[in-house]
């Protein structure tokens, strides 16, 4: 289970020798990073990124991985998802992440390279994961331009991409859960979550850093 940092506990900041060579930007990104207390702990647990307690909280919260689940790791690049679920759905469960990228193997999921969009990937999915799934879940992120309308819009055609997939392979009862931005989910996204699934709600997990325009759309209760 991933032990997140105990908030609240002053921490001391941390600031780089030298900046030589280095952009202003670079140099905050690193010294952000120095004194993040989420990239301190996944470090000492063995997780690949901080990402991997967004998860982790959303799951403490929402329910979403349960003993024996049987789950699909959208966009699953570096993989800390993915580790995370493995924990969560034990032995009996399954793990299966796509990324376009190679990711290094996680023990106890199943890695395949490829577009979740390809027909293809989707019955290998299936196949591997020996039925309909109990979660699909995306941390895709497009790469953002700094223009908010545009950003949203790019983060929003990932979501969608991801609940259209979520929709053919989710078994009844399951669960959706994809990250977008601040603004909410746009209408007909929205309307498609409420028509197929019993509750909808967004959720910023205390992971997130505070000056981040990301939130997370979590659906429960797949109608089929």
């Known amino acids: 289970m991933a032990k997140t940092p105990a908030g609240g506990s002053r921490q001391l900041s941390t600031r780089l020798r030298t900046a030589k060579g280095r952009s202003s930007q670079s140099q905050r990104w690193l010294e952000r990073q ?18 991997a307690f967004k998860l982790a909280e959303l799951d403490e919260k929402f329910r979403l991985l349960k003993p024996g689940g049987r789950v699909v790791d959208l966009g699953a690049a570096p993989g800390g998802w993915a580790q995370v679920a493995v924990r969560k759905v034990g032995e009996r469960g399954k793990v299966v992440g796509l990324d376009l990228l190679p990711v290094d193997p996680v023990p106890g999921a199943t890695i395949i390279q490829g577009d979740f969009q390809d027909s293809e990937a989707e019955k290998e999915v299936e ?13 895709m992120a497009p790469n953002t331009t700094g223009h908010a309308a545009t950003d949203h819009l790019r983060i929003m055609g990932l979501a969608e ?4 997939f979520a929709l053919r392979v989710l078994a009844p009862g399951g669960a959706f859960l994809a990250k977008v931005f601040q603004g909410g989910s746009e209408k007909a996204f929205l309307d498609t ?10 959720a910023k997990p205390p992971a997130s850093r505070k000056d981040s325009a990301e939130l997370y759309v979590v659906a429960t209760g797949f109608k089929g």
Do not use: C, I
């Open 127 to 139: 196949a591997l994961l020996g039925g309909q799934a109990d979660l699909v879940m995306s941390d």
């Open 34 to 51: 120095l004194n993040d207390p989420y990239v301190a702990a996944a470090r000492a647990q063995g997780y690949r990124s901080r990402a």
């Open 193 to 202: 979550l409420k028509a197929r699934f019993t509750t909808v709600r967004h």
């Open 161 to 164: 991409l991801a609940l259209d």
